[in-house]
């Protein structure tokens, strides 16, 4: 069965702090996605990854960082977290290539910074 | 520049009912159309996908939905819905040739007893 697995479920931290997500998978794959969800907005993509070491920013890349040092594991950093950064947070990733492959998520971080 | 646009936020029903939830897209390019679901305090998960060939795709829990390229939606349709239908379901669409996956708002559907 195949797995994306999100280190926390649900966090609280303080305006400032450095914030790491992690997520990892188990399925080999190549493509890696951030994404942040909100209510009335749907998912917006903030950081993605086809490769080790190889990143793109998506839409909302601003205030978050990413690291990819290893296939299965894609982190997401917020350097200072702000209050407009609660949100939840979801990992997701798909087979190499482009288009057709439906993305596996994982079951997602809330996130409130207070 | 690609765009989703969920046209219903909420839709209620009751049981036994059908149901659409609507969707549009707009791109200049060929897509691949997707629709997810999220069950309460869970990730995303592939409920049916259109690639190419029949416009009619179907799912494994009775979910349909048709591509209609001219009117450019990707409407999803139930004839009889569940208690445990209820959830959040999210219409995407990528470029045939991107990496980058465009999410609707969201409609959640609300299945009355």
């Known amino acids: 069965d195949v797995k994306v697995t999100q280190s926390s479920r649900y966090l609280v931290k303080r305006t400032g702090e450095k914030v790491f997500l992690e997520c990892v998978q188990d399925?080999?794959?190549?493509?890696m996605f951030w994404y942040r969800q909100d209510p009335g907005l749907g998912l917006r993509l903030i950081y993605f990854?086809?490769?080790?070491?190889?990143?793109e920013k998506g839409d909302i890349p601003e205030g978050y960082s990413v690291s990819r040092e290893k296939k299965e594991r894609f982190s997401l950093i917020l350097e200072s977290a702000s209050t407009n950064q609660t949100s939840m947070y979801l990992c997701?990733?798909?087979?190499?290539?482009?288009?057709?492959?439906?993305?596996?998520f994982g079951p997602g971080t809330r996130l409130t910074v207070t | 520049a690609q765009s989703v646009t969920q046209l219903d936020s909420q839709v209620p029903v009751f049981e036994e009912a059908p149901v659409e939830l609507r969707c549009n897209y707009s791109?200049?390019?060929?897509?691949?159309l997707f629709w997810y679901v999220q069950y309460p305090n869970q990730g995303l998960q592939l409920l049916l996908k259109?690639?190419?060939?029949?416009?009619l795709v179907e799912s494994i829990n009775g979910f349909e939905a048709e591509f209609n390229k001219s009117q450019t939606s990707f409407h999803l349709r139930k004839p009889s819905v569940h208690i445990s239908d209820t959830a959040e379901y999210f219409c995407?669409?990528?470029?045939?040739?991107?990496?980058?996956?465009?999410f609707g708002a969201g409609t959640r559907l609300f299945v009355k007893a």
């Open positions: 997701a990733s798909s087979p190499a290539g482009t288009g057709g492959y439906e993305q596996y």
């Open positions: 399925m080999d794959h190549e493509n």
């Open positions: 990854s086809y490769d080790v070491k190889m990143k």
């Open positions: 791109s200049s390019v060929s897509v691949y």
């Open positions: 259109y690639l190419s060939g029949s416009t």
């Open positions: 995407a669409v990528i470029n045939t040739g991107g990496f980058k996956t465009i």
